[in-house]
C-alpha cells in the first residue's frame, strides 16, 4: 500500500515529464503525476523500452 504515490513522487522530485506505463497508475499515483505535471502515457505493457519509446513519440500511446 502506498508504494505507488511514493514512486510518483521520486519521479516528481527527479523532474521527470512522461511516464510511459503498461496500465496507467492507480488512483492515488495519478492523483501525485498529474499535480506534478507528469504526462502519463499508456498502453506498452507489451514492448520493449524501445519499442515503447518509438510508440510514444509515434503518438501511437493513449494519454491518460
Known sequence: HGAGPRTAQ?????????????????????????????????????MTVAGAYRAYKAGELSRV
Open 10 to 46: 521520486r519521479l516528481a522530485e527527479n523532474k521527470i515529464d512522461v511516464l510511459v506505463t503498461g496500465n496507467g497508475p492507480g488512483g492515488n499515483a495519478a492523483s501525485v503525476l498529474e499535480k506534478a505535471g507528469i504526462a502519463v502515457y499508456a498502453g506498452a505493457g507489451d
